[in-house]
């Protein structure tokens, strides 16, 4: 599901639907080498990447190893889509990170072997904003039920 964001809005020229640090941000996004996995339309979610690409990340889970066996999936994980990302901690396949800032300084460590001072991070995770939309009305409205009637089932207790 793809809910547009501001990002959505500046792609198509509105350029001030992000604000000044969200451009800030994107910048850094983009210089520091972050869409090297994370691209396209959802920003992530096409792909397989080894977590730990250029520093070693400590994890006992073995990721696709553990269905394929092949020594080359160890610690291989899918990329996750950045969409809507600052809603969807914790962070990591097993939500060990608890805060979006800490993923993005770890991620950019071992996903791009880069030190980010906390200035970089928090405008990342600033831009990172950018990328929640408003989830449809018709997937988060209670659905209206039909009227109960002789043959209704009654509710489950448990």
């Known amino acids: 599901m793809l809910t547009p964001g501001p990002l959505d809005s500046y792609l198509r020229g509105q350029t001030g639907a992000?604000?000044?640090?969200?451009?800030?941000g994107?910048?850094?996004?983009?210089?520091?080498?972050?869409?090297?996995c994370h691209n396209?339309?959802?920003?992530?979610?096409?792909?397989?990447?080894?977590?730990?690409?250029?520093?070693?990340?400590?994890?006992?889970?073995?990721?696709?190893?553990?269905?394929?066996?092949?020594?080359a999936?160890?610690?291989?994980?899918?990329?996750?889509?950045?969409?809507?990302?600052?809603e969807t901690g914790p962070y990591f396949h097993d939500g060990s990170i608890p805060t979006l800032t800490k993923a993005v300084s770890l991620m950019a460590e071992y996903q791009l072997g880069k030190t980010l001072d906390q200035k970089k991070v928090a405008q990342i995770v600033a831009f990172l904003g950018a990328l929640t939309?408003?989830?449809?009305?018709?997937?988060?409205?209670?659905?209206?039920?039909?009227?109960?009637?002789?043959?209704?089932?009654?509710?489950?207790?448990?």
């Open 26 to 36: 994107l910048a850094v996004f983009l210089d520091t080498g972050c869409t090297t």
């Open 133 to 158: 939309g408003p989830l449809p009305t018709d997937i988060i409205t209670s659905p209206e039920l039909p009227q109960s009637g002789p043959h209704t089932p009654p509710p489950d207790p448990t």
């Open 40 to 71: 396209g339309s959802l920003l992530g979610g096409q792909a397989l990447f080894k977590l730990g690409l250029v520093k070693p990340y400590d994890t006992a889970d073995m990721g696709r190893y553990d269905v394929t066996k092949n020594d």
């Open 18 to 24: 992000l604000t000044p640090e969200q451009q800030d």
């Open 73 to 86: 999936d160890k610690q291989v994980f899918k990329v996750p889509s950045l969409r809507n990302v600052a």
